[in-house]
């Protein structure tokens, strides 16, 4: 937890303190007029901020995780990721640059990105795009029960145009400094569940008959046939090998993208659930995640002690093994299930001996508006979110193994979903204080079957929303040694940021300055380093005196005044 900001994680009644130098700022449920309307005039200044970064500015390489919770470049400097969600989940399942068409990524949403100061976009892929196949769900030749066989329904032409418009969209970020998180998405499984992210032809539902409940979407996650179908993937016992065809889609994927360095790595499958998880029987259902992950070959111990019981009909090796033994070089960030979520139930996922490995996970609260994402009590979701990430920060440390010791690093790859300031205030406030790297739900609505209209940081009229001006944050994207803490005020603008430093050549701390906060400029003090980037600069660029034994920085608002 941070020096300068420490976030209350208990006890919250209506308001979150934080510490903010030598004051407190108050967030309340009823926020002002004025305070919403300061929040619209900072977000249409990040908007005007439309500016490229100099080549020096921030993060740029393969970035790796060698064992405790900070993601590290290089040179071993630590990289803390800010970003957000684009995810297109209607044919043609990805974004690119396509003028005029709905799933259009253009340029400019890659600038505004930047200019918010996010360094990370996890990207939607889906399995359906890769691998559409032919013919619609409960198939008799991918459906029968029986071993794990070939469904022919792979094209490497098919899979490849696919590939090519998103690694546009992965190119396009790259001009921008902005890193790409690969994530194979999927809500619901299928579309006859109100949903996407699984081909039709990986429906199995028989005997039971597919059918979609009415009502908001999520209701599905208790539908009898969601139920058998994704049973049927997560068992492995139909003669599609619906498991075996996943892990070689991402091998395809890893393999096409194994070279680029603005992949940071590949997120393997989105909030995994099965119907074992909605009637508390978790250790069923992270046992079978945990297999998916690792392979028959390779079960590894539960959270619980327990070790992973394997169905027989698995692939022997997971889809770790499958993206690895295509890609050695990028990072994989593994979910637990998607019942985590709001602090309620722990991650049953147990340490798996395989490097590069990134503990993802989301957290979201249970007391908001299904519709809206509003939070019905804004102290609840406060609560429910900072244990979430309290106890993600203590299961981490046990997830640890010979590669890596400590555990693997983190991150908060869903969080938000909502326009409410004061919870995402909290939530970016307590983020700040565990030093936890994060992905904001998300950057457009993008007319999501399985979300809301109030979830997108870029209205439907294109303007950005007053979060924006909560979400686009002073932080440290590059330290060159270890953060004792750093902490950004949104409403004043005060940034500080405390390190032990490593001393090499190489060694360079980057901030991202986030101007809009500043529409007088700001004034920055280093101790224990030297400031070599120019006045005004969008990134703070700190070199470390050889001597130092902590470096401090801090950015306020205004000028610095001229020493007398």
Not at 36 to 52: H, L, M, S
């Amino acid at each position: 937890m941070g020096v300068h900001g420490r976030l209350v994680r208990a006890g919250l009644v209506g308001i979150v303190c934080v510490t903010v130098l030598n004051g407190c700022g108050l967030v309340s449920s009823n926020a002002s007029v004025t305070a919403v309307d300061t929040q619209y005039t900072a977000a249409r200044a990040i908007d005007r901020n439309f500016v490229n970064l100099p080549a020096t500015a921030g993060v740029s390489g393969l970035i790796r995780a060698p064992g405790g919770p900070y993601l590290r470049d290089s040179n071993g400097a630590v990289v803390i990721l800010h970003g957000v969600n684009a995810v297109y989940k209607h044919p043609p399942f990805e974004l690119f640059p396509a003028p005029g068409k709905p799933w259009n990524f253009s340029a400019n949403d890659a600038r505004r990105i930047a200019a918010l100061g996010f360094n990370v976009v996890r990207l939607g892929i889906l399995w359906q795009g890769i691998e559409p196949g032919s013919g619609g769900p409960n198939q008799p030749s991918v459906c029968t029960p029986g071993p794990p066989g070939h469904p022919h329904m792979f094209n490497l032409a098919v899979a490849n145009a696919y590939l090519a418009h998103v690694a546009q969209t992965v190119n396009l970020l790259a001009k921008y400094h902005i890193y790409t998180l690969l994530d194979m998405h999927q809500d619901v499984y299928n579309q006859v569940f109100g949903g996407e992210g699984a081909p039709a032809w990986a429906v199995c539902t028989n005997p039971v008959p597919i059918f979609k409940l009415p009502g908001r979407w999520s209701r599905n996650y208790a539908n009898p046939g969601l139920d058998v179908a994704v049973q049927h993937f997560w068992s492995n016992n139909v003669v599609g090998n619906l498991q075996g065809e996943y892990d070689h889609v991402w091998s395809v994927v890893a393999s096409y993208f194994r070279d680029n360095p603005w992949v940071v790595g590949y997120d393997p499958y989105n909030e995994p659930f099965s119907r074992e998880v909605t009637v508390d029987d978790t250790i069923v259902f992270d046992s079978q995640l945990e297999c998916f992950y690792t392979g028959r070959a390779h079960p590894g111990e539960l959270e619980t002690g327990e070790r992973a019981t394997c169905p027989s009909t698995d692939p022997a090796y997971g889809v770790i093994p499958s993206i690895q033994s295509a890609d050695p070089n990028h990072l994989l960030f593994i979910e637990p299930d998607i019942y985590t979520t709001s602090g309620k139930r722990p991650n049953l996922l147990g340490p798996m001996n395989f490097p590069s490995l990134v503990f993802n996970f989301h957290v979201y609260c249970s007391h908001r508006n299904p519709h809206t994402g509003a939070p019905t009590s804004l102290t609840e979701c406060v609560n429910q979110q900072i244990v979430a990430m309290g106890r993600r920060e203590q299961e981490r440390v046990r997830l640890s193994t010979p590669d890596q010791p400590g555990g693997p690093a983190w991150f908060m790859s869903e969080f938000g979903a909502t326009r409410s300031v004061p919870l995402l205030t909290a939530i970016t406030a307590n983020a700040d204080a565990l030093g936890l790297g994060w992905s904001y739900w998300a950057w457009k609505y993008y007319n999501d079957p399985t979300g809301s209209s109030q979830e997108g940081l870029v209205s439907h009229s294109g303007k950005l929303e007053p979060s924006a001006a909560v979400l686009s944050r002073t932080y440290p994207q590059l330290v060159a040694g270890i953060p004792v803490g750093y902490y950004f005020d949104p409403k004043s603008g005060a940034f500080s940021l405390t390190f032990s430093p490593f001393h090499s050549t190489h060694a360079i701390t980057s901030i991202f300055i986030s101007s809009s906060h500043y529409p007088n400029g700001y004034c920055a003090k280093v101790t224990g380093g030297r400031i070599v980037s120019t006045p005004g600069a969008s990134h703070l660029l700190v070199t470390t005196e050889r001597s130092a034994t902590s470096v401090s920085v801090s950015v306020v608002a205004g000028r610095c005044k001229k020493a007398s």
